[in-house]
């Protein structure tokens, strides 16, 4: 797995200054325990980003909070607002009114939205619920941002970005910026898991059950709710194809499992791998 990450994410990296940079880190490695060491840091550092940590971020329930506003002025009031979300709760709010209280990808309506707003269904719309769902996961500035700038994480994480972007993707993201409208879609809640699992991403063309071949995504106000960031999900669809190609996300599936599942490590040394 860990050879076909450095493979793959050769093959699907964005630039060509990023394949240029890991085909040098890559040429550097002296034997397998080197180029073990700088597998593990992408799967660290950059597909972990993209998916969410148990405990670490704030997974939505099934059934979400209905939303604060339940008129024009409520919803203006988030208009008004010039500062980019500082939570959850804030981001999706604003992600509702500049999606029309839809999923982005399906078009179907927020349940909860409409119990409230009966009259923004069409007649025989389709209505669910829905998520605000994060392109990066709260886990991308785990360690990189506030009192941990600049320490061992974003010391290793750095590197990794300069290769599959751009540094600038830690300091956008950092702390409480990782609720900015730029890295929130309303989804529907299957979509919104298969997406968080890197089992579905979106490209300048995509085929899936329930989902238009092609879609254009729309705000009200581009200035103040602005539409997810392009840059952010062509990084996410980079990740997905190398978590799907190498088998590293059945490999993090994995991991994440055993770290949830396993209390006490054993003491013939077989945890090792898991610790």
Known sequence: VRARILGYSMLENPSDTGRDFLAREINSCSDDDDFERLATLYINHYLHCFRAVKGRTSTPSTRPSRPSFDDMHESLKYLLEDSAPQDHTTAKQKAFIRDGYRCMLTGAFDMFSVERKPHILPANAPITITHAAHIFSGSANVGTSGTDQDGANHKYAAPVWAVFGNTRVLDELHGANVHRLENVMTLRLNEHSFFDRLKLWLESTMYRREIPPTMT???????????????????????????????????????????????????????????
């Open 217 to 275: 995504f729309t705000t009200p106000d581009p200035e103040k709710l602005p539409l997810p960031s392009p840059d952010y999900l062509r990084l996410h669809a980079a990740a997905a194809r190398v978590a799907h190609l190498s088998g590293a996300g059945e490999y993090i599936d994995k991991l994440l499992r055993d770290m949830e599942e396993t209390r006490v490590l054993s003491n013939d040394g077989s945890s090792a791998l898991l610790l």
